[in-house]
């Protein structure tokens, strides 16, 4: 593993339990990717992730942190190992230059800086973070937290920014602006120009546009897109066979998403390494919201996070949760239950008795069943 954050440690854990021999390369001082530097530790405290790291010396992942990999480093690890999987995410900041601006800080330096402790130059200072995504977001949210006066997140167009990240930045003060094209930034006024002609007080400008992988330490054999990403399929397969890659260095996602992918790139490599054929699933279908039946479950109350309430609150989309309602609501016994012998079992409808009624599907609480008009 080239890379120890979520999708290199999803990929590591998961190739150890199936019994194979993992050295795991992180150029960092500590393993953890994004969420050791750049989460904010309000959304991932420090001792969850710490507790979760921990985990890995207990399967024998072989954990080589301070060891950057350069072009002689890959050769080297290329030869002693049967599969590689480049996990180095996305570690260069976009930048933009400002007219008038002699210092943009990124994004990436200053969520870095803060988890590690040295406290931001912002207190007191108003702030214009360009880009408003999640990261511009979490970025306002700690320059408020390190003592800003004023923090504004600009950007081209309606901001990507969802979930908890935009609301949480907005309560602390967070000013929203778009679209915004700039024009300059005036130093002794400290003011940033726009091309509406109006403008915004600025007295530190951050970039939050994102990030793209340095891949220059890797073979001629592993080829990349024109943006600069590693080019790979669902499972991180590679133009070599012998590399895969996943995460942020293929392409920018969540944390969910990563750890996914690496999950899906261990199976391909145990089924190379053990000679068997990489059998990719179908994928599931969506099931659209208006499927489920929101009214057979509890609605959310605001209350303390906590694990178990927060896993009540699946409504198992498209997976059945063998309620039994459709076979007690059959007038006719069409439906029934098949016992698989393997500790699954399935629902079957029989077709000389299914009268097309459709009641199976109103009462379905997960969406699964669906009435289609016969041939």
Avoid at 87 to 116: E, I
Avoid at 286 to 309: H, V
Wanted: with cysteine.
């Amino acid at each position: 593993m080239i890379g120890a954050g979520a999708a290199g440690l999803s990929a590591a854990w998961q190739l150890a339990l199936k019994g194979h021999e993992v050295d795991l390369y992180e150029a960092e001082e500590k393993i953890g990717g994004k969420l050791e530097y750049f989460i904010p530790r309000e959304r991932l405290p420090q001792t969850v992730l710490k507790g979760e790291l921990e985990r890995f010396g207990s399967v024998g992942i072989h954990v080589h942190t301070r060891h950057p990999v350069d072009k002689e480093k890959f050769q080297e690890i290329y030869k002693g190992h049967d599969a590689l999987v480049v996990a180095c995410g996305a570690q260069k900041p976009k930048t933009m230059a400002v007219k008038g601006a002699d210092r943009v800080v990124s994004a990436y330096d200053f969520l870095k800086d803060a988890n590690l402790g040295k406290i931001p130059p912002v207190k007191d200072k108003n702030v214009v973070i360009i880009g408003a995504g999640n990261v511009g977001m979490d970025v306002a949210a700690e320059a408020f937290r390190f003592g800003a006066k004023e923090v504004v997140a600009i950007d081209i167009q309606k901001p990507a920014a969802f979930g908890k990240e935009p609301d949480i930045a907005r309560s602390l003060g967070t000013k929203l602006l778009w679209p915004k094209f700039i024009d300059h930034y005036a130093k002794k006024e400290r003011k940033l120009y726009f091309t509406d002609n109006t403008s915004c007080d600025a007295d530190l400008l951050i970039v939050a546009i994102g990030d793209v992988p340095v891949t220059d330490f890797l073979l001629p054999s592993v080829h990349t897109n024109k943006d600069g990403w590693i080019a790979a399929d669902e499972a991180g397969h590679t133009s070599d066979p012998k590399v895969f890659a996943v995460g942020d260095a293929v392409n920018l996602g969540l944390v969910t998403h990563a750890i996914g992918h690496g999950r899906k790139a261990a199976e391909a490599i145990h089924t190379l390494l053990t000679g068997r054929s990489y059998y990719r699933p179908a994928p599931r279908p969506i099931i659209p919201y208006e499927r489920i039946k929101t009214g057979y479950y509890e609605a959310c109350r605001p209350e303390p996070f906590a694990p178990e309430a927060e896993a009540n609150r699946c409504l198992s989309c498209a997976v059945c949760r063998d309620c039994h309602m459709c076979e007690a609501t059959c007038f006719y016994g069409a439906i029934s239950r098949r016992d698989l012998g393997d500790g699954s079992y399935e629902y079957v409808v029989d077709d000389t008795l299914c009268i097309g009624c459709g009641f199976c599907a109103g009462v379905c609480p997960c969406g699964i069943w669906e009435m289609v008009e016969n041939d």
